[in-house]
């Protein structure tokens, strides 16, 4: 299949670069690295706390328990890609999980109704993202935040601002209790959600205009791409994404918090931003992101067991994405990255 470069794609050459078979070895030392990281991260924790830590349940618990958080970062990617920011996807969530909670839980409706619903609304929430950076002209940025902290005024408002329970107990057995190979199904959702991003995003035209978007959108507008078609799908997709994840976040827990969704943002930036930097340097890219975000609960769970304090959760996540961003930009060639 050919595909189709930029001058924005390529990092650019400076006259005392070397040259030859060094730069290929480098290359491929890049897209490994965050995975062998991974890897020497785990073996470290199980040396230290093998009782605990290199234990079967603590695999399954990692890999299972956390897919909320994979798909949300796995959501970030989309519109990324086009050069749009979503801070929305905190509330967005939170809103999906409390639909579900509160219409199922509350009001008997059927399950496959409410997820449905769930979903629908997550769809809506970007398409009013969307509507506002497009046709007003307003940073990404500044409204997917303003209409995230409004979805969490309108969560307090459908819960009374209290834990909401009573859950069909099909979706806790759909995500958590029922398990493949030892580990929940939440896994391999989260999973199945990377490879169709993979392929959408390499062999799909789809995948193509939206990196040709994010890369330039003077340039890709001149080739002929819709590109406000572009970015508006990709808030969309966004928002859709989000909401599964607050189903199966409502799926892990059983409840649906009214702050549950706001923790998973940052650490959901941060896996995307890591991402970027392993697999296909300088791109955003799924299973990066995938290999990114159980680094981060790898490191923030053997932390925890070695006796941590609750805080460096927050300095792990936080230097993780500081890190990560000064990483991607590094593989760029320090290009300023261009977001609306």
Known sequence: MTTTTTSRDAAPVHPGARKGPRQPIVRQLERVA?????????????????????????????????????????????????????????????????????????????????????????????????????????????????????????????????????????????????????????????????????????????????????????????????????????LVAAGVIAALAGVLYAGTTGSADPRGGTAYLLPAFAAAFLGATSISPGRFNPWGTLIAAYFLLVGITGLQMLGAQTYVQDLFYGGALVLAVALSQLLRGRRPQEFS
Request: net charge positive.
């Open 34 to 234: 965050l995975p062998v990281a991974l890897a020497v991260l785990a073996m470290i924790f199980c040396v230290l706390r093998p009782d605990t830590f290199a234990t079967v349940d603590n695999l399954s618990a990692i890999l299972g328990s956390q897919a909320v958080l994979v798909v949300v970062a796995l959501g970030l990617l989309v519109p990324l890609r086009a050069g749009d920011f979503d801070l929305s996807v905190g509330g967005t969530l939170t809103l999906s999980a409390m639909l579900v909670a509160v219409l199922n839980g509350e009001h008997g409706v059927p399950l496959s109704a409410t997820i449905f619903i769930a979903l629908g609304a997550g769809a809506l929430v970007g398409l009013v993202n969307g509507l506002f950076v497009l046709y007003f002209g307003i940073n990404s940025f500044i409204v997917t935040l303003g209409v995230g902290q409004l979805l969490l005024g309108i969560v307090s408002l459908l819960s009374g601002n209290r834990i909401v329970s009573g859950i069909d107990q099909s979706l806790l057995d759909a995500v958590v209790l029922r398990r493949f190979l030892g580990v929940p199904l939440g896994f391999y959702y989260a999973a199945l959600l990377c490879l169709l991003l993979w392929y959408v995003f390499e062999y799909t035209t789809v995948g193509r205009r939206l990196l040709f978007v994010g890369a330039g959108r003077d340039v890709a507008r001149l080739s002929g791409v819709r590109v406000n078609r572009v970015r508006l799908g990709s």
